[in-house]
């Protein structure tokens, strides 16, 4: 009887497991990739911004002239400050003393209409500064001359209770977070495209004057200068004791801290432009490239380069290392300056390690010169990778 019975739940079971394994099989299938987009949010402009996480809120600007305020799981819009031109810097989220504790409650940024704005998290501005700088017109990419390509903001920096930002006028200036009011400016001959870097009493930042600064963040008096030999549109990394930053000469520098003297130099031997910011992990800088159309991989201490990887656009972004990953953008443009040789758009994830490809995602074209492209530092979040694009979205993709 027994055997008799199992006999005739064989059919029974063999059904039952198909069930479960088409289903199974369904989840599989259903399971993002590596790259494929969860969620997106459209702007009305290109998005040169990088996204900042605070609380479950994503914030990033827009060529819209806009500041967003998105969900970080589905990238709806939770609200929007207009400004009066482009918003192309990246946040900063301010902390100040409530009772005994400390509660971030302000986001600073600033626009192309010249004015650093303090918004409260909910979105209402505290207060505006101005920049001194709306005058300066950009010139954006084009193939006609001058071919200034002058894309870039610099972001504030915020620390102990003062924000630090470059402006278009050429000035550093050092702001009091809670009111406002200007504590000191430094001078220099160009714009200020560059986010400053605050460590150990001091301000980096670099400028179109070709130079890479040192001042005092008290008082904004000046300790050093190092003439790079080219314009600076790259923000100085640290790392080691050491200031990593790369110029239009067409060279990246490592220079001393302390004194701003060139401990080594890596030459573009192609011509390219250094114009990513990099960033530095156990003992190596990353960097993109401009008609290298590279990522590059330094030996901090030497300059020898340990890998690169061909993005095949404009890596001027900055790129993200996280676990085992390096994640960079490149901006594709049409009619490039070289023949037989079509840009390409998008992000890229590679490994650390070999400099090897983990996985792509392109994003869509543009008319004009520029045709697309991501230059927003990625956000790496849990399971996913944020980021903006000049496609004018907003994208999450599966990391």
Same mark, same amino acid.
Do not use: C
């Given at each position: 009887?027994?055997?008799?019975?199992?006999?005739?739940?064989?059919?029974?079971? *063999?059904?039952?497991?198909?069930?479960?394994?088409?289903?199974?099989?369904? /989840?599989? /299938?259903?399971?993002?990739? #590596?790259?494929?987009?969860?969620?997106?949010?459209?702007?009305?402009?290109?998005?040169?911004?990088?996204?900042?996480?605070?609380?479950?809120?994503?914030?990033?600007?827009?060529?819209? %002239?806009?500041?967003?305020?998105?969900?970080?799981?589905?990238? =709806?819009?939770?609200?929007?400050?207009?400004?009066?031109?482009?918003?192309?810097?990246?946040?900063?989220?301010?902390?100040?003393?409530?009772?005994?504790?400390?509660?971030?409650?302000?986001?600073?940024?600033?626009?192309?209409?010249?004015?650093?704005?303090?918004?409260?998290?909910?979105? =209402? /501005?505290?207060?505006?500064?101005?920049?001194?700088?709306?005058?300066?017109?950009?010139?954006?990419?084009?193939?006609?001359?001058? @071919?200034?390509?002058?894309?870039?903001?610099?972001? &504030?920096?915020?620390?102990? %209770?003062?924000?630090?930002?470059?402006?278009?006028? *050429?000035?550093?200036?050092?702001?009091?977070?809670?009111?406002?009011?200007?504590?000191?400016?430094?001078?220099? =001959?160009?714009?200020?495209?560059?986010?400053?870097?605050?460590?150990?009493?001091?301000?980096?930042?670099?400028?179109?004057?070709?130079?890479?600064?040192?001042?005092?963040?008290?008082?904004?008096?000046?300790?050093?200068?190092?003439?790079?030999?080219?314009?600076?549109?790259?923000?100085?990394?640290?790392?080691?004791?050491?200031?990593?930053?790369?110029?239009?000469?067409?060279?990246?520098?490592?220079?001393?801290?302390?004194?701003?003297?060139?401990?080594?130099?890596?030459?573009?031997?192609?011509?390219?432009?250094?114009?990513?910011?990099?960033?530095?992990? +156990?003992?190596?800088?990353?960097?993109?490239?401009? +008609?290298?159309?590279?990522?590059?991989?330094?030996?901090?201490?030497?300059?020898?380069?340990?890998?690169?990887?061909?993005?095949?656009?404009?890596?001027?972004?900055? &790129?993200?290392? #996280?676990?085992?990953?390096?994640?960079?953008?490149?901006?594709?443009? @049409?009619?490039?300056?070289?023949?037989?040789?079509?840009?390409?758009? %998008?992000? @890229?994830?590679? +490994?650390?390690?070999? %400099?090897?490809?983990?996985?792509?995602?392109?994003?869509?074209?543009? &008319?004009?010169?520029?045709?697309?492209?991501?230059?927003?530092?990625?956000?790496?979040?849990?399971?996913?990778?944020?980021?903006?694009?000049?496609?004018?979205?907003?994208?999450?993709?599966?990391?």
């Amino acid at each position: 009887m027994m055997i008799h019975s199992s006999t005739r739940l064989l059919p029974l079971l *063999g059904a039952l497991l198909a069930v479960v394994g088409s289903v199974a099989g369904e /989840e599989r /299938e259903s399971t993002p990739e #590596a790259g494929e987009v969860l969620a997106e949010h459209v702007t009305g402009g290109q998005v040169w911004s990088s996204p900042v996480h605070h609380e479950g809120v994503v914030f990033i600007g827009s060529d819209d %002239g806009a500041l967003w305020a998105l969900d970080v799981r589905s990238l =709806e819009p939770r609200w929007k400050i207009h400004t009066g031109g482009r918003v192309r810097s990246t946040v900063a989220v301010a902390a100040r003393a409530s009772g005994a504790t400390v509660v971030a409650d302000t986001v600073l940024f600033s626009s192309d209409d010249g004015h650093l704005r303090a918004v409260a998290l909910s979105g =209402e /501005e505290r207060w505006r500064f101005d920049l001194g700088g709306r005058s300066v017109a950009r010139i954006l990419p084009h193939t006609r001359p001058p @071919h200034a390509y002058d894309y870039l903001s610099s972001s &504030p920096v915020v620390h102990d %209770g003062v924000v630090y930002i470059g402006s278009a006028g *050429g000035h550093l200036y050092a702001v009091d977070v809670a009111s406002g009011r200007q504590r000191w400016r430094f001078r220099t =001959e160009a714009p200020i495209r560059s986010t400053p870097v605050v460590n150990g009493g001091s301000v980096f930042f670099t400028g179109w004057d070709h130079h890479v600064y040192a001042v005092t963040a008290e008082e904004g008096k000046e300790i050093w200068r190092f003439d790079t030999g080219g314009i600076v549109q790259a923000s100085p990394v640290l790392g080691d004791g050491r200031l990593y930053v790369g110029s239009r000469n067409p060279k990246v520098f490592a220079l001393d801290r302390r004194d701003g003297s060139k401990i080594w130099e890596y030459v573009h031997e192609d011509g390219s432009w250094a114009e990513s910011t990099g960033v530095y992990d +156990d003992g190596t800088v990353y960097m993109g490239s401009s +008609d290298a159309l590279k990522l590059l991989a330094f030996d901090a201490a030497t300059g020898k380069v340990r890998w690169s990887y061909r993005t095949g656009g404009w890596s001027w972004a900055t &790129p993200v290392v #996280a676990d085992n990953a390096v994640y960079i953008g490149a901006i594709s443009a @049409h009619p490039y300056y070289f023949e037989g040789i079509t840009l390409e758009r %998008g992000l @890229h994830a590679v +490994d650390r390690r070999t %400099g090897t490809r983990l996985w792509s995602v392109a994003t869509r074209a543009l &008319p004009g010169f520029v045709t697309g492209g991501v230059f927003s530092r990625p956000l790496v979040l849990d399971d996913r990778v944020i980021f903006g694009a000049l496609d004018h979205r907003v994208y999450a993709v599966r990391r």
